[in-house]
């Protein structure tokens, strides 16, 4: 009878005990998910290509969800906004710093194109060709850019387009500069490095930052290079992944994917160091700081992308859990820099960042 | 019932065989394709979800995407392989992205309109006004069964004598693709489509030829074929010295799927592609500038001039660079070639990479 008592006093003890612990867990499961970051839904309808208005007000985007056009979105009201006639769907679009203008790159479908009337028609373009196009959102007016053009930037200020291509005659690799209509052309580099990529040029300093593939054949990585003015390209980064190379707007960092892995170079260094997270991806936006990045990364195991908050001095990484599962294409970061805006499955949403 | 089973099974071989008697043209190519619905091959979902990655691959920007359950179901009311009916959306507005479609119309399948039906007149013509996507593709599947199946046209070559008429299409390579892509969808699907397509080509009666007859010992560099994979520097082909100018020919029949006729394009300089069927691709690398003879979708025949030999891109010097892929996977060449004596034969080809 003493032992049964003794037994039950034991058992009740034990059972308040559980009761707090799982009290203490379920507590702190709630008070974790209501400190997490909330992905949520901005707009309902399909946005291609998004960027933010220089004030905050507006996300500008294309969409083919009915009539193929760049439109409009009010962050405050959701109301949407026709801002162009109708357009093929383009490849990329590289929005222009003011957000007046857009470079349309678009694969020359000659059998679409020809049989229903494009705006994009060309005489003499060959089937699949890759095109480049400036279409000015405030006077509505689509240019062709020249057709050699292989890859082509925006200038730090915004005033210029910068653009690569190959000039079989002399066989070299060549950048110019020139007024986004491709008037007042500049060459900033004529050489024999087989340039693919244009990263970042700013005027001011006639920094350059571009990529050349690497020896080897249709399999290829990218050497990253930087010449300022009419110095020579000093090699920087090697072999890095095509996709995903983001410079820092003071162009002091890179950030790239190599072997798999993201790194961060420092360019005034020269030293390039792993910041040990696997991915196959990298979408990037840069801090008004210049010092720090947020990245969206993945792994070809997970289902959801990952945020991370990265120091690129101290290489500190701080991951931005989140609910809510993401394919992110588009990553935008408010001037505030507490709403980073992005794109999954071709749906807006965001994140309000602590 | 034996009766009965033995007329069904009868008929369905009558019809199989008569949807297998494909066009055949353009230089003795043709397509032989299955275009009615893959009764029994695979289940719906299996279908949708190949046609889904098929369109997320192609059309990463259309609104089509994820809509493969549609598809399916339009190709189920009309007795049309859906892949049919997405492949027809590629070609005529990039899954709704591109041409008419891109006006809102909704029309991905380049259907025209009479005054009576719903409509919007772009540049002159009147084009069909769905009201939604789901509307469209629910209906092509009993539209193409109407139009075309009901009058007999049940092959891929006499559907497209009336809906992409010679008079406005190249209609061979119109079959080509769309039969080509069939065949994509096929594969994603893992047997729920069927068999997909037969795709024909003027073969050389001896199989494939050396592209360049190539001159120099094979001491020299004559070719070299490196297995280690991966690897960024892997040298993927054999490389055949020849002089600036010699003529490139096609290795085999097929159809010229891409085409640079200038650039540095990572090393390769001027390049073709040419796709043989059945998982087989050939390229051609270094080719002098705007040399390129065909251009994309043209069908070739194995023999048949398509280029010259020069040095662009990453070259020490003239060369072709010939690499034949199966199934998107680099192989030997010199193990499809006609045998060379010294050079199929020698026991360390693979090991020899010279610096041409």
New interface residues.
């Given amino acids: 009878m003493l032992k049964s008592k003794f037994m039950s006093k034991k058992f009740l003890f034990a059972l308040i005990l559980l009761s707090i612990i799982g009290a203490g867990i379920i507590a702190f499961i709630i008070i974790k998910n209501r400190t997490l970051p909330i992905v949520s839904k901005v707009a309902d309808n399909q946005i291609l290509f998004p960027t933010l208005s220089n004030d905050q007000k507006y996300i500008f985007y294309f969409s083919n969800a009915n009539e193929a056009a760049f439109y409009r979105l009010e962050l405050q009201n959701q109301k949407i906004e026709k801002i162009s006639e109708d357009f093929d769907t383009p490849d990329r679009i590289i929005w222009s710093p003011s957000k007046n203008q857009a470079i349309l790159q678009v694969t020359y479908n000659k059998y679409i194109f020809e049989k229903y009337g494009s705006p994009f028609i060309r005489p003499g373009v060959d089937d699949q060709a890759i095109t480049f196009w400036l279409y000015d959102l405030n006077q509505k007016k689509l240019s062709p850019l020249d057709l050699n053009i292989r890859d082509i930037i925006w200038s730090k200020d915004g005033q210029k387009i910068v653009s690569s291509y190959y000039d079989e005659e002399l066989n070299h690799n060549i950048i110019n500069i020139s007024d986004p209509d491709g008037t007042n052309l500049e060459n900033l580099i004529k050489n024999e490095l087989p340039i693919e990529k244009v990263i970042s040029y700013e005027p001011a300093n006639k920094k350059l930052i571009f990529g050349a593939s690497t020896p080897g054949e249709l399999e290829s990585r990218l050497d990253i290079y930087q010449v300022i003015g009419s110095g020579t390209p000093t090699l920087i980064i090697e072999a890095v992944e095509p996709g995903g190379i983001y410079a820092s707007s003071n162009m002091e960092h890179l950030v790239s994917i190599i072997d798999g892995v993201l790194n961060i170079s420092n360019l005034t260094q020269n030293k390039t160091q792993s910041l040990k997270i696997k991915t196959n991806k990298n979408l990037t936006v840069w801090l008004n700081d210049n010092q720090n990045l947020i990245v969206a990364t993945r792994q070809e195991t997970t289902k959801t992308d990952t945020f991370y908050k990265i120091n690129s001095q101290t290489l500190k990484k701080n991951m931005i859990n989140h609910k809510g599962t993401v394919d992110i294409q588009n990553l935008i970061l408010s001037s505030d820099q507490k709403t980073l805006y992005f794109t999954s499955d071709d749906i807006l949403y965001k994140l309000e960042l602590k | 019932m034996l009766i009965l089973f033995a007329f069904t099974a009868y008929f369905a071989g009558f019809h199989r065989g008569e949807s297998g008697t494909g066009l055949t043209g353009g230089g003795g190519t043709g397509a032989n394709c299955n275009i009615l619905f893959p009764a029994g091959a695979g289940s719906d979902q299996e279908i949708a979800q190949a046609i889904n990655q098929w369109i997320a691959q192609h059309g990463p ?3 089509l ?1 994820g809509k493969g359950v549609l598809f399916v179901q339009s190709g189920r009311a009309g007795g049309v392989n859906p892949a049919l009916i997405a492949a027809i959306a590629r ?4 899954f ?9 119309t ?1 029309n991905p399948f ?1 259907r025209k309109a009479i005054a009576s039906q719903p409509h919007k007149v ?2 002159g013509v009147m084009w069909y006004k769905f009201s939604s996507w789901d509307e469209a593709i629910l209906e092509e599947g009993p539209y193409l069964k109407r139009v075309y199946l009901d009058e007999g046209r049940t092959t891929l070559g006499k559907l497209f004598e009336k809906y992409a008429p010679p008079s ?2 190249d209609t061979p390579t119109y079959i080509k693709e769309v039969a080509s892509w069939i065949n994509e969808m096929t594969a994603l699907a893992g047997g729920a489509l069927g068999q997909g397509c037969t795709i024909q080509y003027a073969q050389n009666a001896e199989g494939w030829i050396w592209p360049v007859e190539g001159t120099g010992p094979f001491e020299s560099g004559f070719f070299c074929f490196q297995r280690s994979e ?8 054999i490389d055949i010295k020849a002089p600036n100018g010699t003529p490139v020919k096609a290795t085999n029949g097929g159809t010229v799927i ?2 640079a ?4 394009n ?3 300089g001027t390049f073709l592609t040419i796709d043989h069927g059945d998982g087989m691709q050939s ?1 051609y ?1 270094h080719l002098v ?2 040399s390129i003879q065909v ?3 043209d069908i070739v025949s194995g023999g048949e001039t398509v280029a010259q030999v020069d040095s ?3 070259s020490g010097g003239p060369h072709l ?1 010939f ?1 034949i892929k199966k199934n998107d996977k680099y192989v030997d060449p010199l193990n499809y070639l006609p045998f060379k004596k010294g050079i199929s034969d020698n026991p360390i080809r693979n090991n020899l990479c010279d610096e041409i």
């Fill in positions: 920007n259309s609104d995407k070609k005529e507005s990039t709704g992205t591109q041409g008419i479609a891109a006006e809102g909704f380049g772009i540049r406005e299409n991966p690897s960024p520097h892997l040298h993927n082909g891409k085409v006729q200038t650039g540095h990572g090393g390769n390229i690398l500038v705007n251009k994309v979708g662009t891109g990453y660079h690499v």
